[in-house]
């Protein structure tokens, strides 16, 4: 028998017998274990490097600007902590989220900053990430699930710019 004859005889006997359908469910149960773990251990160690570089909470002037912006905007105040060092701000975890600003950011643009946060929380944008997550994890196999995480992304960082420009 040919190499090719004996290949699909392999094959077919493998879907009639069910032993292909088992070895795809591995691989697949391999993939999303494999990218739950590779997500988890680059959340984890990003919320402890946060953490660890924490240098107090915001207070004075731009804690009661702060405190204005969320009034305004009916959202309940959440924990703002300076980090350094921090490349930009970010609205952190989904349970107990905080922002984290930047020891850097400059006086004047600050309560700009915490405003956008403060809508990224109004949206509920960290729940939508974790969604993104998840999404990612059970289609891992799927390149058109990973671009539409990205561009969920970028849909939600401006339906967050459009909700700080509202009054």
Request: hydrophobic share 45%.
């Amino acid at each position: 028998d040919s190499l090719v004859y004996q290949s699909a005889k392999s094959f077919v006997n493998g879907m009639y017998f069910g032993t292909l359908s088992g070895l795809l469910m591995q691989i697949y149960l391999w993939g999303a274990g494999v990218l739950t773990v590779l997500f988890g251990i680059a959340n984890i160690r990003f919320r402890r490097r946060l953490k660890s570089n924490r240098i107090e909470e915001i207070s004075g002037k731009l804690e009661e600007q702060y405190l204005e912006v969320c009034k305004k905007r009916g959202v309940k105040p959440i924990p703002v902590w300076f980090v350094d060092p921090l490349p930009s701000a970010c609205l952190v975890g989904v349970l107990r989220p905080y922002i984290a600003l930047p020891l850097t950011a400059a006086p004047q643009e600050a309560i700009h900053v915490l405003t956008h946060e403060v809508c990224h929380y109004q949206g509920r944008d960290h729940w939508f990430s974790l969604l993104r997550l998840l999404c990612c994890v059970a289609h891992w196999f799927n390149p058109l699930v990973w671009v539409a995480a990205y561009m969920s992304r970028t849909d939600g960082e401006l339906a967050c710019d459009s909700r700080v420009v509202q009054k």
